[in-house]
């Protein structure tokens, strides 16, 4: 059955409105604002003027939440100036989070589902408000997090490349198994693969097509992963990696969620995945609007890039990765920054074969294996992975991270 909540303003005169909601017999109304067409004393009276009774004093958040356990829907009945696009999002985002559908005369929403695990350990998604926010080095260092305090977490990770069936990745995945896929024409540096050299703890690897505005796939099986997850053996911490804006399909105890630009979370419905989390990891500067709106603590947080092994000695570097850092202490002869784009990335190659380089250092993403290991066999030299070191000057991250299990 279907339980109304109705959003009214100020712009319609109140006989309209009352005619407009006779039909859809609201069990609640939130107020939005505006007064060009209604006098106080309407509003004073609202049971009589409008047939509903609602606070126009109570802020329209705190009405949605106050009226949501009686509810299923909220349908959009204000307009602008009072509620423009931007508003509309804001409140549709609150009502997905609290459960509800959101419908306008146009646009429906409706709640993502999340799926139960029949797992008796913690369960900790880290989401993001777009791609290459960071989640795959947060999922990592979480992983080593749990590690140290006696805990064998699993990842189960979710990509755009990822395998037709969810596929267990073992701890110790070598480069030449990740040469090996790709040569069966697979992404052989999808997230899981990257996690599982990276953070030396079993992986699952999962695939999806598509994102909505709420971050649901088209299609995954990240459901069937997280179960694949589940019943490995010694395994009791599964964290969920999701994909771009994408959040994992399945219930979780915590969640962190990586804000990249600001604008992706507070634009369109992605103050829905600030809604969700117990914890926000910022990557640039925290706009004043960013904490106001989301309920959990935010942390600035940069990430560091590194050998994920040492280097030897006077060796001659080629750095080659998808974003700006650089890497502590190092100081390569040729620097790439051009690894998600192919054409460019061949001519870097051909640079740090002419230079000499005898390591080639690379993010594992994007063409790391099929094309920047590969010309690194040809030429000769050593690949090293790097890895993102997540560093929060001011905050003690880890004792963050360690506090989302029950008993952290």
């Not at 109705?6 to 712009?11: A, C, K, M, T």
């Not at 040569?183 to 030396?200: F, I, N, T």
């Not at 999962?206 to 088209?218: I, Q």
């Not at 490995?232 to 990696?241: A, V």
Request: proline share 7%; aromatic share 4%.
């Amino acid at each position: 059955m279907t339980r109304v909540i109705v959003l009214l303003d100020g712009e319609h005169h109140p006989s309209v409105v009352r005619d407009a909601i006779a039909g859809i017999e609201p069990v609640g109304a939130v107020w939005c604002g505006g007064e060009e067409k209604v006098p106080r004393e309407v509003l004073d009276d609202p049971v009589a003027h409008y047939g509903i009774e609602f606070d126009p004093d109570e802020p329209r958040e705190d009405a949605l939440r106050r009226l949501a356990p009686g509810a299923t829907t909220v349908v959009d009945l204000a307009d602008e100036p009072i509620l423009a696009a931007d508003a509309k999002l804001r409140l549709a985002s609150l009502a997905l989070h609290l459960g509800l559908a959101y419908e306008t005369p146009s646009e429906s929403f409706e709640p993502p589902r999340y799926e139960a695990l029949d797992f008796a350990g913690p369960v900790i998604a880290v989401t993001g408000t777009g791609k290459r926010t960071g989640k795959t080095a947060v999922s990592c260092h979480l992983a080593g997090v749990l590690g140290a305090r006696g805990r064998s977490p699993a990842i189960v990770s979710m990509g755009r490349g990822g395998p037709p069936e969810p596929v267990v990745a073992r701890p110790d995945v070598t480069l030449e198994d990740l040469e090996a896929l790709a040569s069966e024409g697979r992404h052989a540096a999808s997230d899981y693969l990257e996690d599982a050299v990276l953070a030396r703890v079993p992986t699952v690897g999962c695939r999806r097509v598509g994102g909505s505005l709420a971050g649901v796939a088209h299609q995954t099986n990240m459901v069937a992963g997280a179960r694949l997850a589940a019943a490995l053996d010694g395994i009791d911490t599964l964290i969920l990696e999701g994909s771009g804006a994408c959040v994992p399909p399945v219930e979780a105890d915590a969640t962190v969620c990586i804000v990249g630009d600001p604008a992706d979370a507070l634009g369109a419905l992605g103050p829905y995945r600030l809604l969700r989390a117990d914890l926000v990891l910022a990557m640039r500067d925290v706009p004043p609007e960013l904490t106001e709106l989301c309920p959990a603590l935010v942390v600035p947080v940069r990430l560091q890039p590194e050998p994920a092994e040492p280097l030897e000695a006077g060796a001659r570097v080629a750095f080659f990765s998808t974003g700006e850092g650089d890497c502590l202490g190092l100081e390569p002869v040729v620097t790439s920054r051009n690894l998600a784009r192919r054409g460019e990335l061949a001519a870097d190659l051909e640079r740090a074969e002419r230079e000499g380089c005898d390591v080639y250092l690379t993010e594992l993403k994007a063409a790391a294996v099929d094309t920047v290991a590969a010309h690194a066999r040809r030429a000769g030299a050593r690949v090293v992975f790097v890895r993102n070191r997540v560093i929060a000057d001011d905050t003690d991250l880890d004792e963050l991270l360690a506090g989302l299990t029950a008993d952290g």
